[in-house]
């Protein structure tokens, strides 16, 4: 129905309360006006500023436009990052691209910190334009705003304006475009019913059929390395980031990650010092890790993947092939063979944390316990290294590298760029 999608950005792509409330209250104790309730505050989320100083705390205009430049002043500072995109958005966007859509964002707020939030948050590679006022004004034209991020030649009819207030709707009626209103935003229902919008949307899972678009299936990521690499910080760390810019997430590890793979855990991963545990074979402790990775792939990862969502697993195959099939020298061929129920999932993207052998053991027994892995020792996971290059040099589209030395911050901004770089693909 739609090749052109114009999002407002409060309250519709990213749940920005905080910070402009903040900032809000911020600006009105500096000029000395009583402060507001919390509740009252949410009132400044989508209207011009000025209207709002004026309207809910009685400033004449000069005080407005005084608070006005208080409260910039705090959100270019901090107000802009006290901000998460809804859960969903990411996948949305995404899927818009993905089916050739014309997707920009039309905002009362300064252009300038719309282009910030969009960068920050990951949202511009998915977008075509973001439309906003420019500093020096004070009142926006929502209408006025939608007329100028149409491109050349758009048919009218072929737009639409998503938003969660009652300028969104009213602009979108003024400007000769359908409007959509969502219901999870800043809007009540009441003050939405009242403008009559085309269509309405109460969650973001609705906003997919109305647009004309399908949810995508999700993407599997997983991260590997000698233990002690620092993986599972890297993968905790950028859970958050994704989580932040609207990306519906899995987290989950290996073994376990499900009941009866949690209970299989505790037996393979026992206490070094656990005599019955490392009487275990090879083959039991490989068979053990296949049927966890089994039941683990029906209950928790192809259901989200499903569902659309980024499943992060913290470890998958790779260490089987790696630590049973090389290291016990069990053969890779036997561990893919007993694996073939998990192989319904093959990650879209594995990140392999490399590091020196004996600084990563270091790390992984600096608090005196060992499993019955790590008290394997320092030549065993020299074998594990070397066994991780052989699949790195078999799969270079699947297995990326990442340095896994120096801070935790510097392996951070390195990870971050990885998944980038996977995520800001076009389909």
């Known amino acids: 129905m739609f090749d052109y999608i114009f999002f407002d950005l409060d309250g519709t792509l990213t749940r920005s309360g905080d910070g402009i409330k903040k900032s809000a209250a911020h600006a009105i104790a500096q000029v000395g006006y009583p402060a507001l309730p919390d509740a009252r505050l949410d009132a400044f989320v989508g209207p011009p500023l000025l209207e709002s100083f004026m309207r809910f705390c009685g400033m004449d205009e ?15 500072d901090v107000g802009w990052r006290e901000n998460a995109v809804y859960p969903g958005i990411a996948q949305l966007l995404r899927a818009l691209r993905a089916a050739g859509k014309y997707a920009a964002i039309v905002t009362a707020k300064p252009e300038r910190f719309a282009v910030r939030i969009a960068e920050y948050f990951g949202l511009a590679p998915y977008l075509d334009a973001v439309v906003g006022i ?19 030649g758009a048919d009218k009819a072929r737009v639409v304006m998503v938003g969660d207030r009652k300028f969104d709707v009213l602009g979108a009626k003024d400007a000769g475009v359908s409007s959509l209103a969502v219901g999870y935003g800043y809007g009540t229902r009441e003050e939405l019913d009242a403008c009559a919008p085309d269509f309405f949307a109460e969650t973001v899972d609705d906003l997919f059929p109305l647009l004309g678009v399908e949810r995508p299936r999700g993407r599997f990521f997983t991260f590997e390395g000698n233990d002690g690499c620092g993986k599972s910080t890297q993968m905790a760390l950028i859970g958050d980031w994704l ?7 899995v987290r989950t590890r290996e073994p376990g990650g499900c009941p009866v793979a949690e ?31 089994a039941q683990h792939v029906h209950d928790v990862i192809l259901p989200a993947l499903e569902a659309g969502k980024i499943v992060l697993c913290d ?72 066994a991780y290059a052989s699949l ?3 799969e270079p589209e699947r297995i990326q590298v990442v ?13 971050q760029r990885a998944v980038a770089d996977c995520l800001n693909t076009k389909e």
């Open 62 to 76: 000069a005080t407005a436009l005084r608070a006005v430049q208080l409260y910039r002043a705090r959100f270019e």
């Open 392 to 394: 790195r040099a078999k």
């Open 243 to 249: 989580a932040e810019r609207g990306w519906e997430i």
């Open 315 to 386: 470890r998958f195959l790779d260490s089987s092939i790696v630590y049973q099939g090389y290291g016990r020298e069990l053969g890779e061929d036997f561990i893919r063979q007993i694996n073939v129920p998990a192989q319904k999932a093959r990650p879209d993207k594995t990140f392999l944390y490399e590091i020196d052998e004996g600084a990563a053991l270091r790390r992984a027994t600096r608090d005196g316990h060992a499993d019955r892995i790590e008290a394997e020792g320092v030549a065993y996971q020299r074998l594990v290294r070397e």
């Open 263 to 293: 209970r299989i855990r505790a037996l393979v991963l026992a206490d070094a010092a656990d005599r019955e545990a490392r009487a275990m074979t090879a083959e039991c402790e490989a068979l053990l890790f296949a049927a966890s990775r």
């Open 403 to 415: 340095d896994g030395s120096g801070t935790i911050e510097e392996v951070f901004a390195r990870t």
């Open 134 to 152: 420019p500093m020096n004004e004070h009142h926006a034209d929502k209408a006025a705003l939608i007329a100028r991020a149409l491109p050349a």
